[in-house]
């Protein structure tokens, strides 16, 4: 087996993983990322037991059990480059032995949760309410640094491409689809499914103008009355497409749930965001061990 170089695979003094600073047994083959560092402790506080806790930089991680099980909560921070990290770091840590720096011989699969904040495109999904992404598509980029054609959906892409007149100095829009075993685990009838977008920015890659002019201003409008078989993008955020895309190479399952607290198409904006993320938050944990 090739032997991974102490520059690509980076560890720290004390053995573990460069960024995250977790070691193999830190961490629960079912994990739920959040961005917000301050989340962790609000799904935790859920737990019937904590076993580890740590942070380093925008990275807290927390392993405990829920209703039995063994859960893994992350904090990934804002945006598909910070998605990068975690990502091969969370599958370099049950998948490669640090001792030998070599890919193990028998593969771990990971259950990726995502709990995150979003904007609705759509007004009919109001703020406040679940949205759980079917599919993500990236306008970010960062999969097509990997050898990703095998995973993707072109004709979504290239429908979108031509719907919006895609400017050719963006990368490519690129489509992935959740795990079909997760979104039946964690769907019901409360729950919107959608298509989540992945911007690589909040403001103008979002299409918000404070004082700098954006490529597109009608790119918003033309995203959210595009359809593809009969399938809207429902919300827009920065991490979901990410997070499929590489769970899909690396072979882990992922979905995304949205918790909407704000609507593009409406204006509206909840009332009480802190409350509507609690209750997905317990609505996950619930779907996740029933």
């Known amino acids: 087996m090739t032997k991974i170089a102490a520059s690509e695979l980076i560890l720290n003094p004390d053995g573990s993983i460069y960024h995250l600073n977790l070691k193999p047994e830190h961490i629960a083959t079912d994990i739920i990322f959040v961005g917000d560092q301050n989340r962790v402790p609000k799904i935790t506080k859920h737990f019937d037991s904590i076993e580890f806790d740590i942070q380093k930089r925008e990275f807290r991680t927390i392993t405990g059990t829920f209703k039995g099980k063994r859960i893994t909560i992350i904090s990934t921070g804002i945006g598909p480059d910070n998605i990068d990290i975690v990502m091969n770091e969370i599958d370099a840590l049950v998948n490669i032995d640090f001792e030998t720096r070599t890919a193990k011989k028998e593969f771990t ?3 990726i949760v995502r709990i995150g904040t979003s904007g609705s495109l759509q007004d009919y999904i109001p703020v406040n309410s679940f949205v759980l992404a079917k599919y ?3 306008f970010d980029g960062v999969l097509h640094s990997y050898d990703c054609k095998d995973i993707l959906n072109p004709e979504f892409e290239d429908a979108f491409i031509k719907h919006t007149n895609w400017s050719p100095r963006k990368a490519r829009p690129y489509v ?3 795990s079909s075993e997760l979104e ?3 769907k019901s009838d409360s729950i919107f499914l959608g298509v989540t977008a992945t911007a690589v920015g909040f403001y ?3 299409g918000r103008i404070l004082r700098l002019a954006i490529q597109d201003p009608e790119l918003n409008h033309k995203i959210d009355n595009f359809v593809y078989n009969d399938v809207k993008i429902t ?6 497409s990410a997070i499929y895309g590489l769970s899909k190479l690396l072979g ?3 979905c995304s749930m949205n918790c909407i ?3 593009r198409a409406t204006g509206d904006f909840s009332e009480n965001p802190g409350k509507a993320v609690e209750e997905l938050i317990v609505y996950t944990l619930d779907k996740l061990t029933s």
């Open 176 to 178: 992935v689809q959740n």
């Open 184 to 186: 039946n685990k964690l």
């Open 136 to 138: 993500g598509i990236g």
């Open 204 to 206: 103008g890659p979002q």
């Open 109 to 111: 699969q990971l259950n």
């Open 261 to 263: 607290i704000a609507n």
């Open 235 to 240: 919300n827009l955020e920065m991490e979901t």
């Open 252 to 254: 882990h399952n992922a």
